[in-house]
């Protein structure tokens, strides 16, 4: 990572969801790796974390869900930042996403998928690993 220019990454909670601790774990971890941090705050719509993404010229989307609806939300964003040209922003996903759902995921588009208990360092060396400055 060039030291000139820092990761930007957008946290963000789509959807009904109310519990935001795990994004904010996931948030000052990655702000304490260096990273410059936006986030969007608890029931984010697709159009408004797309909106979000673009507004800050960010370089990764890290979206957390524990609402269930990511099979539904997920991809939608995904679409949304196909139908804007978008498509250099690395997208990450975590919460309570089952096993069995990943793989539909990632096929829409979404790079990784960081289920509870993920070591921290493991989800900063992802974003450092796999952004595109």
Known sequence: MSSSKKIRVLVAKPGLDGHDRGAKIVARALRDAGMEVIYTGLRQ???MIVS???DEGVHCIGLSILSGAHNAL???IMELLKKEGIE???VVG???IPEDDIPELK????AAIF??????DE???YIKANVKL
Not at 115 to 120: I, K, N
Request: charged share 20%.
């Open 45 to 47: 719509t697709p159009e």
């Open 107 to 110: 096929k829409a588009g979404i």
């Open 74 to 76: 997920f991809p939608k």
């Open 88 to 90: 250099d922003i690395l």
């Open 52 to 54: 979000a993404a673009l």
């Open 123 to 125: 989800i900063v060396e």
């Open 115 to 120: 289920g509870p208990g993920t070591p921290l």
């Open 94 to 96: 975590g919460g309570i």
